[in-house]
């Protein structure tokens, strides 16, 4: 990750109601939690990976203090104004931070879609997958949402397979404005 020594006060949220570090759930390798404000660095590391510009573009977050500002004003307030967002992964053998998953609901969208990333040094290791089982279990019981989306770009091979093995089934092809790029649109009932 990226050596930088830097203070957040400026980039904290103003909810005061979601406590540092609160873990909404748990599995087998995995402790899943909230965002906070110091995991910027993590944040910027993920969003600038090989795999995450190459399936989703570049978020043109190149500095610790452009990714303090899309956790303050994407991550965070998306739990002020929704009560859940994207969540973070950490290794329980290490408490290392390894990747995002969750729910957002995206610009001119009335159905939340689960979205997902990973650090390239733990892919294929089957944490999206385990992530994301979990992640709908603690959604399905804890918020009245009955239909989740999930969109993929055509060639994210990978990821359409996770939402398959998910029980996610196929829509179709569309344009998304989000991505900038066709994707497959998925979708699944809770």
Known sequence: MIG?????????SENTSIPMKTDIA??????????????AEFLLALL???????MLGSQDIM??????????????????????????????EDQKPIGLC?????DGHSIP????????????????????????DYIAKTFDIKTIDAFAT???IPSQHILERLGFS???????????AWVKHYQLSL
């Open 4 to 12: 930088l020594n830097l203070k957040f006060n400026d980039f904290s």
């Open 26 to 39: 748990q599995s087998q390798r995995l402790k899943i939690r909230h965002f906070v404000k110091s995991d």
């Open 48 to 54: 600038n990976s090989p795999r995450w510009v190459e």
């Open 63 to 92: 500095t610790i203090r452009n990714a303090a500002q899309y956790l303050k004003n994407k991550i965070l307030k998306e739990y002020d104004t929704r009560q859940y967002g994207f969540y973070l992964l950490e290794r329980k």
């Open 102 to 106: 969750g729910l957002t609901l995206r």
């Open 113 to 136: 879609d689960l979205g997902f990333g990973i650090l390239p040094e733990h892919e294929e290791n089957g944490y999206i997958l385990e992530a994301s089982t979990t992640i709908l």
């Open 154 to 156: 055509l060639p994210n």
């Open 170 to 180: 196929f829509k179709e092809e569309t344009y998304h404005t989000s991505f900038h």
